[in-house]
């Protein structure tokens, strides 16, 4: 991750007044007093006290695992936001978002049968009537949500950390850059990647990409990329929420399987979803019987947002500093969630540049 200076930082010379000599072919510059001022830009800190240009690689690993080799290891498998019955994302009470994953769990529902005789026959009580026995029922499975758990826990399943800006003027407020109010926002080399690759599928499904449904069978290979159900989301006290951004490349296979989405809404169908199709062939004892009932809007484009508005205290004379909170996953319901993708195309790689421009 980096944090850019932007195209802030200048130079400025104020109030100055200075004449030319020629003395003996010497050049002279008259004393005079000279108020220089650097806009230093912008800062980025871990805890909010210790700040620099940028976080390295081995920084962020230590933030989230603790060691970088403990980072190295890690490998997160999918989850959803755990929304409510009107679509609202859930918080704990720290002010986070929750994280939810589906699990197939057996139920120990017994069921009634009959006993039999050494032929096979059923037997009968005293009364002409068959004698019974409980057995488990081994085909009773549900589907289950269980909360995710974050960063390096066992079985974590999403990454959440905190990241803290500062803008950096200690000079006066009369150069003629000095703005009262600036948006953090994104920088352009924002982005989420990973590797194009294909898998050679184990049984049939149905996929939609490129504007085309396709049906695929064992044997065939499906051409995808992970990053596209990878998450990005991020929230700060002004943006009021969680923001999350989806940015689908050439391969992009659907979004999330919705219910209630229909030919009409073919990247949420679910009977046209990647994801979706495949599980029920791989799974037939324990199918999905419908999608994700309620969906959290996504963006595609990081550069059109606000993160956080700096302001000028002229008391303190500096901006205020600010907190953002970032998630990351793997959205479990997302098309392009396919089981089988090799190791070269789990490898998703998230850099994160942040700037600041003038307020509109």
């Excluded at 498998?77 to 009107?86: F, W, Y």
């Excluded at 200690?170 to 953090?184: A, I, M, P, V």
């Excluded at 219910?259 to 799974?283: I, V």
Aim: net charge negative; charged share 25%; hydrophobic share 30%.
């Amino acid at each position: 991750m980096s944090a850019s200076a932007a195209a802030m930082t200048a130079l400025c010379l104020t109030a100055t007044t200075y004449a030319w000599f020629s003395r003996n072919d010497n050049v002279w510059l008259e004393s005079t007093n000279v108020k220089m001022q650097w806009d230093d830009g912008i800062l980025i800190s871990l805890d909010g006290t210790n700040f620099s240009q940028d976080i390295s690689s081995n920084q962020f690993k230590e933030l989230i695992a603790g060691e970088a080799e403990t980072y190295d290891n890690l490998a997160y498998d999918g989850c959803t936001l755990k929304l409510d019955e009107n679509g609202n994302i859930q918080y704990d009470e720290a002010g986070n978002a929750i994280f939810e994953y589906d699990t197939v769990v057996r139920e120990d529902v017994y069921k009634d049968v009959p006993v039999l005789d050494e032929d096979g026959n059923p037997v009968l009580d005293a009364d002409n009537n068959p004698v019974t026995k409980q057995e488990l029922d081994y085909t009773n499975y549900n589907h289950v949500s269980e909360v995710a758990k974050k960063n390096s826990e066992e079985d974590a399943r999403y990454i959440q950390f905190d990241l803290y800006f500062r803008l950096s003027t200690e000079g006066s407020t009369s150069s003629s850059n000095f703005r009262e109010k600036y948006n953090l926002v994104f920088g352009d080399l924002t982005k989420i990647s990973a590797e194009d690759t294909s898998v050679k599928l184990k049984n049939k499904l149905t996929a939609y990409q490129n504007g085309e449904v396709t049906e695929y069978g064992s044997g065939d290979e499906l051409s995808l990329n992970v990053a596209n159900a990878m998450r990005l989301g991020v929230n700060s006290s002004d943006l009021g929420g969680l923001k999350v951004y989806e940015t689908p490349t050439d391969l992009d296979l659907g979004s999330v399987a919705l219910e209630g989405a229909d030919e009409t809404d073919p990247t949420h169908y679910k009977n046209y979803s990647a994801m979706y199709t495949y599980y029920n062939s791989l799974f037939p004892k324990y199918p999905l019987s419908e999608g994700k009932n309620k969906m959290v809007q996504t963006d595609n484009n990081y550069s059109d947002d606000s993160l956080g508005l700096f302001t000028y205290d002229y008391t303190e004379k500096k901006y205020n500093d600010l907190k953002v909170t970032f998630y990351m996953w793997l959205e479990g319901w997302d098309a392009d969630y396919i089981y089988g993708v090799d190791a070269a195309g789990r490898d998703i790689s998230v850099y994160l540049e942040f700037t600041y421009k003038e307020t509109e």
